[in-house]
């Protein structure tokens, strides 16, 4: 049953199991899936508000107050405050994805660090091949394995051809949704 029950966990399904000649049905209930966009710039604002849309919790986090505003995120929850302070009180998991937009090694960095260190399922970086190599070597210098930099999805998102920023977001979570139930063509784009 223990076995059946992490099964269908992994799979966040709830299924029905024969067991010792009886039908159980077993309920899954898993906390919600978080998505924590860093970088309140034009494309997390699409994001946001498609992962809102998919069921899934967003939170945006940028120290820069001119761009984290209510104004432009309304209904999103924002967090004013440098990356690795912030994900130190929010916390990474298994339900966990992050995405970084700022291409500000101040702040992606940071963010990208913790999440590599932690049980996130999707660490996401957007930016250039070019982009990517540099920064993959900054996080090498901070002592990151080539295995865990092998998580970050970079250039993020599935190469559908977006252009604006509301394509390049359904192209990000596309990629996430791919990452969270397994589906093949869903697997790192860069490097």
Same mark, same amino acid.
């Given at each position: ?7 269908? +966990?992994?799979? &966040? ?28 710039? %034009? /494309? +997390? ?16 986090? &940028? ?5 984290? #505003?209510?104004? =432009? ?13 912030? !994900?130190?009180?929010?916390? !990474? &998991? =298994?339900? #966990?994805?992050?995405?970084?937009? #700022? %291409?500000?090694?101040? /702040? ?9 260190? $932690? ?8 930016? $250039?091949?070019? #982009? ?18 092998? =998580?970050? %999805? ?9 252009? $604006? ?13 791919? +990452?969270? =139930? ?10």
């Amino acid at each position: 049953l223990l076995a059946a029950a992490r099964e269908a +966990a992994a799979r &966040d399904e709830s299924s029905r199991v024969e067991l010792a000649g009886a039908t159980l049905f077993l309920r899954v209930f898993s906390p919600p899936v978080r998505v924590i966009v860093v970088g309140a710039v %034009h /494309i +997390a604002q699409s994001l946001a508000r498609m992962v809102q849309l998919a069921g899934y919790e967003p939170t945006v986090v &940028d120290p820069r107050r001119a761009f984290a #505003t209510e104004a =432009r995120f309304a209904g999103i929850p924002l967090v004013q405050e440098w990356p690795d302070e912030a !994900l130190a009180r929010l916390g !990474l &998991d =298994r339900r #966990t994805a992050l995405v970084t937009m #700022t %291409h500000d090694p101040k /702040i992606d960095d940071p963010a990208l660090a913790a999440a590599l260190r $932690s049980d996130a399922f999707y660490v996401g970086s957007l930016g $250039s091949r070019k #982009t990517q190599a540099a920064r993959r070597e900054r996080l090498r210098a901070q002592g990151l394995s080539d295995q865990a930099l092998a =998580r970050i %999805h970079g250039p993020v998102g599935l190469p559908i051809g977006a252009r $604006s920023p509301g394509e390049i977001a359904v192209s990000i979570l596309s990629q996430i949704v791919g +990452a969270l =139930r397994g589906a093949p063509g869903a697997e790192r784009n860069g490097a």
